[in-house]
């Protein structure tokens, strides 16, 4: 079964075929900005913790199209300016280090909502939610229920593993194209 994380690279990797400009509101490991950065696009990234900004500063310094923030992401306005073709958000906590600094429904719906107004007609917001963890499952009902009932924007497709309801989930929405 292909893992959340490689569902998630190859959707990229497909649609994604002319340089692009992706923010990464959960920069983590910086494993995913990595994989955007190898295949041409800009990078723009944050992360709540400074252990994550500094592991994804050390992974990605071959690649200079990128620029990463500490901040929470609900002010993610104060640093992006840019219009962007593609959103990422892998919520939960930093692998190897403090599992109480996590992602909230506040702070997620906060940033989603900031990063809507900054994505292009069509452009694709890609959420990976994890349900198992403490709080995983109100949060991950919290953010679908959300982005299923925004106006500027439609579904595309989800992923998850078979047998298990509260198995990691992938959601992609597409931002709707209101222009004549
Ligand atoms: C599961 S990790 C992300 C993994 C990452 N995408 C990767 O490729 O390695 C989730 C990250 O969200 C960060 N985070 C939690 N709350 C946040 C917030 N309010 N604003 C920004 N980052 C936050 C955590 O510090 C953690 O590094």
Same mark, same amino acid.
């Given at each position: 079964m292909l893992r959340v994380t490689?569902?998630?690279?190859?959707?990229i990797k497909d649609v994604f075929t002319k340089p692009s400009v992706i923010l990464d509101l959960t920069l983590g490991n910086g494993n995913d900005a990595l994989f955007c950065l190898?295949?041409?696009? *800009?990078?723009?990234? !944050?992360?709540?913790? %400074? +252990?994550?900004? /500094? *592991?994804s500063e050390r992974k990605c310094i071959a690649y200079p199209k990128h620029v990463f923030h @500490?901040?929470?992401?609900?002010? +993610?306005d104060r640093v992006i300016q840019e219009d962007l073709d593609c959103v990422l958000m892998n919520?939960?906590? !930093?692998?190897? %280090?403090?599992?109480?600094?996590?992602t909230t429904? /506040?702070?997620?719906?906060?940033?989603?909502?900031?990063?809507? /107004? *900054? !994505?292009?007609p069509s452009g694709f917001l890609i959420i990976t939610l994890y349900r198992k963890q403490d709080g995983g499952l109100n949060e991950a009902q919290g953010i679908e229920a959300y982005l299923r009932q925004n106006k500027k924007l439609r579904y595309n497709q989800s992923y998850t593993y078979d047998n298990d309801e509260l198995?990691? !989930?992938?959601?992609?929405? @597409?931002?709707?194209? /209101? *222009?004549?």
């Amino acid at each position: 079964m292909l893992r959340v994380t490689s569902f998630v690279h190859r959707f990229i990797k497909d649609v994604f075929t002319k340089p692009s400009v992706i923010l990464d509101l959960t920069l983590g490991n910086g494993n995913d900005a990595l994989f955007c950065l190898q295949m041409g696009h *800009r990078v723009l990234g !944050l992360d709540i913790q %400074a +252990l994550a900004i /500094e *592991r994804s500063e050390r992974k990605c310094i071959a690649y200079p199209k990128h620029v990463f923030h @500490q901040i929470d992401h609900a002010h +993610l306005d104060r640093v992006i300016q840019e219009d962007l073709d593609c959103v990422l958000m892998n919520n939960g906590y !930093l692998p190897y %280090a403090d599992a109480h600094i996590t992602t909230t429904l /506040e702070s997620s719906l906060n940033a989603l909502e900031k990063s809507i /107004e *900054r !994505l292009r007609p069509s452009g694709f917001l890609i959420i990976t939610l994890y349900r198992k963890q403490d709080g995983g499952l109100n949060e991950a009902q919290g953010i679908e229920a959300y982005l299923r009932q925004n106006k500027k924007l439609r579904y595309n497709q989800s992923y998850t593993y078979d047998n298990d309801e509260l198995a990691p !989930l992938v959601l992609i929405f @597409q931002k709707v194209d /209101e *222009r004549p």
